[in-house]
Structure formats: structure tokens, C-alpha cells
């Protein structure tokens, strides 16, 4: 993956080339109507914010309103996902490739019509969230990431520890 871009909108390829390369990528694209290619087509946004990465929703109506605390970048109704600086360039390559394909998997659903950001669903439950760490996680057992590694991936501070706990019984990562 290329860290050394600067702030702005670059290609997906220029930021992850060989992406498409990957079985991973492949089977995230299968699952998109508009395609292999269009999904190749998709852009990544580095900015200077503290941000892991997301999609960037088209308008503020798609987020359900604004939200305290978060200032989004805004699509203009392309496919972007914004990536943080600091993120791009320190994160081991296992966390960015997985979040890469975890954004990934949210375009398509977005191409299928399923809203992001439905408020009707707590994070953890959300079912287009489901779907990605799923994806995700299916993705890193078959690298050989273990369930701590895990874990601890799942664990974002967005979310409170006892809906952390809920996501982990979901995803079969639980403790208990």
C-alpha cells in the first residue's frame, strides 16, 4: 500500500494497487451489482482528521442529521472512503487491509440499495455492520489472525464496552 500520499481524493489503486488482485476484493465485488470494475473505481480520501476509515456519505440527510463531535467529508455522490493521515501511515498493513475491505464491503451494500447509517439499529446491531466485520473477520482467520487479535480489532471507541461485548457474541468472538 502507498502511505505516502498527501491529503486529498486519490484512486483506490494509488493508495491499495493490486487490491483488485486479491480473491478478498473478489469476493466483496461479487457481491455488488454494479461490478468488479465500477467497485475498482472507488476513491480514497486522506484527510487530516484522527479517523480510522468510512464511507463518505453523499449528504448530511444520509447520516440522519448532523452528529456532535464529527465533521464527515461528503461524497458529492461518488464512491469515497476517508481514510485519517495518521491511520494510513502508522497502522500495521493488516488493520488498514482489513478496514479497507470492511469500507468495501459497505460500498456494495450502499449498491444494493441498503442504507449505512440506519438509525433504526444500534452500531453493533446494524445489519450492514454485521456483514462487514463478518467479512472481515472470515478474511483474517483465513490469514490466521487469532481471536484476541480479534477482539481487539473490533474494539473502537465509538461504541460503549457493553455494546463491544454484544458485538462479540455476534461475531463468535466472546469470552465467555
Not at 1 to 14: D, I, Q, T, V, Y
Not at 42 to 70: F, H, L, N
Not at 126 to 141: C, G, H
Request: net charge negative; aromatic share 10%; hydrophobic share 40%.
Amino acid at each position: 500500500m502507498n502511505r505516502k500520499l498527501e491529503e486529498g481524493r486519490h484512486p483506490l489503486r494509488s493508495v491499495f494497487p493490486g487490491l483488485e488482485d486479491i480473491p478478498a476484493f473478489r469476493a466483496v465485488a461479487q457481491k455488488d451489482p454494479r461490478g468488479t470494475a465500477e467497485l475498482a473505481k472507488s476513491e480514497i480520501e486522506v484527510v487530516a482528521a484522527d479517523v480510522w476509515m468510512y464511507v463518505a456519505p453523499a449528504t448530511e440527510k444520509e447520516i440522519g442529521g448532523r452528529r456532535e463531535g464529527w465533521t464527515p467529508v461528503f461524497s458529492g455522490g461518488k464512491d469515497v472512503i476517508v481514510v485519517g493521515r495518521n491511520h494510513l501511515v502508522e497502522s500495521p498493513e493488516i488493520l488498514l487491509y482489513l478496514d479497507i475491505l470492511h469500507e468495501l464491503c459497505h460500498i456494495t451494500q450502499r449498491h444494493r440499495g441498503l442504507s449505512l447509517w440506519d438509525q433504526e439499529y444500534d452500531y453493533v446491531d446494524r445489519p450492514t455492520e454485521l456483514e462487514a466485520y463478518q467479512f472481515v473477520i472470515d478474511e483474517a482467520r483465513r490469514l490466521g489472525a487469532t481471536t484476541p487479535f480479534l477482539q481487539e480489532y473490533l474494539k473502537v471507541e465509538w461504541v460503549s464496552d457493553e455494546d463491544y461485548l454484544r458485538l462479540l457474541e455476534k461475531m463468535g468472538l466472546s469470552s465467555k
